[in-house]
């Protein structure tokens, strides 16, 4: 029987967490740490601001929580289309005294930010938008530069690809770097997962139809935060599988 949100957050327990995130984090591959630490680092504030922050599909919600570790009194709210991931954000969130107030919610849905208040400091995500396409990841940066308030800070860490000009040597300098991610990660933080569940919880993860993957250049990305109204955007890192990039609302 598949369990509900509330089932699974009372069914895990704190050796289950433990067990998870390290997994997650194996699985989120070794430079996870650091894009987690260059988004903290990398907010404008000073360090006792009670900023409002916004973790986008955040998963077991490590985002969240590396800035919370920077900006201890602040509110960090987290959204997910998925229960148990978001049951574990949940978890260790209370575990920890973080600040939060947790959404479940489909961001392919258009009225995915309902209820949710328009005047955060900061919104993050990591490794998600990957799996919208062009069209939505549009629609969603709309979306977010409205939940900001002027000033506010968006930071995003994804994939993207290589200009057509550099895509041949960069791929050949990529297949010489140590791989981020292994299918036997997955599997094994998947297997614990489901072990716990009793069920198959990779069934219900949602189609990966119409994602943009790998599919977003460094500029792509850039223009869509530009068309969304965002402005004073960088690039903080490239590297072999993904960008980081930050940016502003005026
Ligand atoms: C690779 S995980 C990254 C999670 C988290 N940001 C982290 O860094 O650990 C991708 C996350 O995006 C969420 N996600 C994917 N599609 C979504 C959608 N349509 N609406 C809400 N969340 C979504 C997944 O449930 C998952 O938690």
């Not at 894009?35 to 000073?46: I, K, N, Q, V």
């Not at 601001?49 to 919600?61: H, S, Y």
């Not at 919208?132 to 530069?145: S, Y």
């Not at 990529?174 to 489901?194: C, D, G, H, I, L």
Request: aromatic share 10%; proline share 4%.
């Amino acid at each position: 029987m598949i369990l509900t949100q509330s089932q699974i957050e009372k069914k895990l327990s704190n050796e289950n967490l433990d067990e998870l995130l390290e997994l997650w984090q194996t699985e989120q591959g070794a430079a996870k740490r650091r894009d987690l630490e260059l988004m903290a680092a990398t907010l404008p504030f000073p360090v006792d601001a009670r900023l409002r922050v916004l973790d986008l599909c955040c998963g077991p919600g490590d985002v969240g929580r590396s800035i919370w570790a920077r900006y201890p009194h602040s509110q960090i709210d987290c959204v997910d289309r998925d229960v148990f991931l978001i049951s574990i954000c949940i978890g260790v969130n209370r575990r920890e005294g973080v600040s939060a107030q947790n959404f479940v919610r489909d961001l392919w849905n258009a009225g995915w930010h309902n209820g949710l208040r328009p005047d955060y400091d900061v919104v993050a995500t990591a490794n998600a938008l990957h799996w919208f396409d062009a069209h939505r990841v549009a629609d969603l940066f709309t979306d977010v530069f409205g939940l900001l308030r002027p000033g506010g800070v968006f930071l995003f860490v994804e994939p993207a690809c290589t200009q057509k000009m550099f895509a041949d040597g960069f791929a050949e300098w990529k297949s010489r770097q140590p791989a981020r991610y292994s299918r036997e990660n997955w599997e094994r933080f998947w297997t614990r997962a489901n072990e716990i569940l009793g069920y198959d919880h990779t069934k219900l993860l949602g189609s990966r139809d119409s994602h943009l993957d790998e599919g977003m250049s460094v500029s792509g990305w850039g223009q869509a935060l530009r068309n969304a109204g965002f402005e004073c955007i960088d690039v903080l890192l490239r590297d072999a599988d993904e960008v980081f990039l930050a940016t502003a609302k005026p």
